[in-house]
């Protein structure tokens, strides 16, 4: 059974920093990309950040985060952390892990997500 763990969020105050951590167990022979998607009360989910878990690391940020948050993969662990600092209220939200293109050891292919996290940012 394939699972997704996230870890690290939690209570800030502006201008802070966190560190969320994801990390997928299970029957998994590859995956393709994993990242962060998060989503605020009353708006829609959206996309933080995402890296390949393999090759280049040519990572790709929400523009709302970019030279704030960093996303770190470890290929070993198949694991990503999302580095977050200069936190405003606006990045509020629970924070869902995703794992895209996930293959298993049976075969098969299809994208997961965690249960989520959440991130609350004020005074």
């Known amino acids: 059974q394939v699972e997704l763990v996230e870890s690290g969020g939690g209570w800030v105050q502006p201008g802070g920093s966190l560190r969320l951590s994801c990390e997928a167990s299970?029957?998994?022979?590859?995956?393709?990309?994993m990242g962060w998607y998060r989503q605020a009360p009353g708006k829609e989910r959206e996309l933080v950040a995402t890296?390949?878990?393999?090759?280049?690391?040519?990572?790709d940020y929400a523009n709302s985060v970019k030279n704030r948050f960093t996303i770190v993969r470890d290929i070993d662990k198949k694991s990503v952390d999302l580095l977050m600092n200069d936190l405003n209220p606006e990045d509020t939200a629970i924070y869902y892990c995703?794992?895209?293109?996930?293959?298993?050891?049976?075969?098969?292919?299809?994208?997961?997500w965690g249960k989520g996290t959440l991130v609350t940012v004020s005074a």
């Open positions: 299970g029957p998994i022979f590859s995956i393709d990309n």
């Open positions: 890296v390949p878990i393999h090759g280049k690391t040519n990572t």
């Open positions: 995703r794992a895209l293109g996930l293959r298993l050891h049976t075969g098969g292919a299809r994208d997961y």
